[in-house]
């Protein structure tokens, strides 16, 4: 299982440190309080001292989860957990056996040995995982400035200009979740927040910071807590101090401390940006690659001190920074950018196009006005429907699923998610393909039968599912991660790349998927709309709403208008739930036609 391919998989991944941070006190107090163990005063205060700076780094996410909703926030704990517990804890002195170790080693290796059982827990391919997403959302959504053009002067003109919209509603939108927006966008990288200058680039946590205070002044503390993004770029807390020096705001400067923790968390490093720039050439996305490479060179210039090298010591290790080369010999191959077979690649950049759209804040492109209906399927039943696309049908069902069985579904999926399959073998890395975790959920529950019958009631469709080789299939919950997104695909099983997956006795029993049914179980703050490439038309995730849409023609034949893909999640929380209708039984409800459009 990838972690970084489901929301909920990262989320929980703060309670699994929190476990291990409690383990860590545990060892120490024991250690300090039985004397017997003869264990050392500096191995206790060294501990003592790991238990302290990871607690801080922990903390900000214990208070507010929600901010692995933010890309970057997700990217840096996976960093961060895949590295740091690692050190943690490495028994460094070697060739000892167990019963030389002291009390301490002893337990260190032991929480080793659970974390390495642990199939949630991030890895090296994690990191790599969670750096292709950052990565894809910066290609999807265009938020760096333009760089195919700009790259060989924008690092160095001043006339550098850019309207990147998808780029600026990031950067609004990443104010809640902890990180600075208080710049101009178009010139600036919208992940790093760097400042692009005739002389280079500056940080711009004075900007950012003096607007915080601004707003302290006006709407009080607890905003500005919440709020803490600007001083993520703050090279360290005597700068924070400096700033407040004289502005007479004492609660600010004693906070100084604790929010450039805070901040630090959500800091790209130079590391970091080249990491980003190694797997973005790994992966041949050419012009994200030299983006990211001139960031990091230009990180490199300008660091100061930062907090992680103090942190290092900290940590029992003698490592230094990993040492990736800037400008990384993938280069070379990195000749084209990644390319499509001509239809693929048509309506590729068409599901870009409106990915793009649809985060910029463009009204789908519809080619009609939006019509409403009323059903009154039952006299407890009233369906709002709003006609998205007439021919071929695509319509939206607004408030079919009420919060509170929304959350009963959610928590249903939870245990048994899982990464997402491919129901087809378009391209090979999975990675750009489908990144998502899913759960099956058979109608055992009075709420799954509830909402099978409103989708039967809706549709006119028999929704009727006990088992295999029934009408329609149990409910496919999703959940996507990091970056997380689905291709332009069809729903269909039996188009020709899919064949051979489907077993034909499977299709022999309930036909192929009909039509349909999503319900859409969160809003997503950026990114992850709905797309349909070859009819141009997007639908935006809102929560408590369904779309339904028809895969096959009236001659059964797949309609192959209705191919759509799920755009990358930039930030947020996406989920849905999939109800696929089959052909069986529906023969009087959508009659055959020898005419396919009828
Ligand atoms: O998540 C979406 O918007 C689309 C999902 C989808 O197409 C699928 O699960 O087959
Ligand atoms: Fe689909």
Same mark, same amino acid.
């Given at each position: 299982?990838?972690?970084?391919? &489901?929301?909920?998989?990262?989320?929980?991944?703060?309670?699994?440190?929190?476990?291990?941070?409690?383990?860590?006190?545990?060892?120490?107090?024991?250690?300090?309080?039985?004397?017997?163990?003869?264990?050392?005063?500096?191995?206790?205060?060294?501990?003592?001292?790991?238990?302290?700076?990871?607690?801080?780094?922990?903390?900000?996410?214990?208070?507010?989860?929600?901010?692995?909703?933010?890309?970057?926030?997700?990217?840096?704990?996976?960093?961060?957990?895949? &590295?740091?517990?690692?050190?943690?804890?490495?028994?460094?002195?070697?060739?000892?056996?167990?019963?030389?170790?002291?009390?301490?080693?002893?337990?260190?290796?032991?929480?080793?040995?659970?974390?390495?059982?642990?199939?949630?827990?991030?890895?090296?391919?994690?990191?790599?995982?969670?750096?292709?997403?950052?990565?894809?959302?910066?290609?999807?959504?265009?938020?760096?400035?333009?760089?195919?053009?700009?790259?060989?002067?924008?690092?160095? &003109?001043?006339?550098?200009?850019?309207?990147?919209?998808?780029?600026?509603?990031?950067?609004?939108?990443?104010?809640?979740?902890?990180?600075?927006?208080?710049?101009?966008?178009?010139?600036?990288?919208?992940?790093?927040?760097?400042?692009?200058?005739?002389?280079?680039?500056?940080?711009?946590?004075?900007?950012? #910071?003096?607007? =915080?205070?601004?707003? #302290?002044?006006?709407?009080?503390?607890?905003?500005?807590?919440?709020?803490?993004?600007?001083?993520?770029?703050?090279?360290?807390?005597?700068?924070?101090?400096?700033?407040?020096?004289?502005?007479?705001?004492?609660?600010?400067?004693?906070?100084?401390?604790?929010?450039?923790?805070?901040?630090?968390?959500?800091?790209?490093?130079?590391?970091? =940006?080249? #990491?980003?720039?190694?797997?973005?050439?790994?992966?041949?996305?050419?012009?994200?690659?030299?983006?990211?490479?001139?960031?990091?060179?230009?990180?490199?210039?300008?660091?100061?001190?930062?907090?992680?090298?103090e942190s290092i010591h900290c940590i029992r290790t003698s490592e230094g920074h990993q040492n990736v080369p800037l400008h990384n010999p993938f280069h070379k191959e990195c000749v084209e950018e990644r390319g499509f077979n001509s239809y693929a690649e048509r309506i590729h950049r068409q599901y870009i196009k409106l990915c793009q759209e649809s985060a910029e804040g463009v009204l789908p492109s519809l080619h009609m006005k939006k019509t409403c209906t009323w059903h009154y399927v039952w006299p407890y039943v009233r369906l709002n429907e709003e006609a998205i696309s007439l021919n071929p049908q695509i319509s939206r069902f607004y408030d079919v699923i009420s919060p509170r069985d929304i959350e009963h579904v959610k928590k249903m999926a939870q245990s048994q998610l899982s990464d997402s399959a491919l129901s087809s073998t378009v391209r090979a890395n999975i990675q750009d393909v489908r990144v998502s975790q899913t759960a099956w959920l058979p109608n055992k529950s009075l709420t799954l039968q509830k909402l099978s019958r409103l989708a039967g009631e809706a549709t006119g469709l028999d929704t009727g599912f006990s088992d295999v080789g029934t009408p329609a299939e149990a409910f496919q919950v999703v959940n996507y991660g990091l970056g997380g997104l689905y291709a332009p695909h069809e729903d269909s099983v039996r188009t020709s790349r899919n064949i051979g997956v489907e077993t034909t006795e499977h299709l022999r029993n309930a036909g192929d998927r009909m039509a349909t049914w999503m319900f859409y179980l969160s809003d997503v703050e950026l990114g992850g709309a709905t797309v349909f490439p070859v009819l141009n038309i997007s639908v935006a995730p809102i929560k408590g709403s369904a779309v339904l849409w028809y895969n096959l023609l009236r001659n059964g034949e797949p309609d192959t208008r209705m191919i759509h893909a799920g755009c990358p999640v930039a930030i947020g929380d996406k989920w849905v739930a999939n109800k696929w209708i089959r052909e069986r039984s529906q023969v009087f409800r959508r009659p055959c036609s020898l005419f396919p459009h009828q």
């Open positions: 299982d990838h972690v970084t391919s &489901s929301t909920y998989k990262l989320t929980s991944l703060i309670e699994r440190e929190q476990m291990l941070l409690d383990h860590l006190s545990q060892i120490s107090s024991i250690a300090s309080a039985q004397p017997a163990l003869k264990e050392s005063h500096k191995n206790i205060a060294e501990l003592n001292k790991t238990i302290e700076f990871m607690r801080r780094r922990h903390a900000p996410l214990e208070q507010h989860p929600e901010i692995l909703q933010h890309p970057v926030a997700a990217f840096r704990l996976i960093q961060r957990l895949a &590295s740091d517990w690692d050190r943690v804890t490495r028994v460094t002195r070697k060739a000892k056996s167990q019963n030389e170790m002291g009390f301490i080693e002893n337990n260190l290796q032991t929480m080793r040995d659970i974390i390495s059982k642990w199939r949630i827990w991030p890895t090296p391919s994690s990191s790599e995982d969670a750096a292709l997403g950052v990565i894809r959302i910066g290609h999807v959504y265009s938020l760096y400035p333009n760089p195919m053009k700009t790259l060989p002067t924008v690092f160095s &003109s001043k006339n550098y200009k850019c309207s990147c919209p998808a780029g600026k509603r990031f950067l609004s939108i990443s104010e809640k979740y902890g990180r600075c927006s208080k710049v101009e966008s178009g010139k600036y990288n919208a992940f790093t927040g760097y400042k692009f200058e005739r002389s280079g680039y500056a940080l711009d946590n004075q900007t950012c #910071f003096k607007s =915080l205070i601004s707003r #302290f002044k006006n709407t009080g503390p607890n905003y500005v807590m919440t709020y803490s993004s600007p001083l993520l770029l703050a090279e360290n807390s005597r700068r924070a101090y400096e700033l407040t020096k004289g502005i007479g705001l004492e609660k600010i400067r004693s906070k100084s401390q604790e929010w450039v923790e805070s901040y630090s968390y959500n800091t790209i490093s130079t590391k970091d =940006l080249r #990491f980003l720039a190694k797997v973005a050439w790994q992966n041949k996305y050419c012009t994200e690659a030299k983006v990211w490479d001139e960031l990091a060179r230009l990180s490199a210039s300008h660091e100061v001190n930062s907090e992680e090298s």
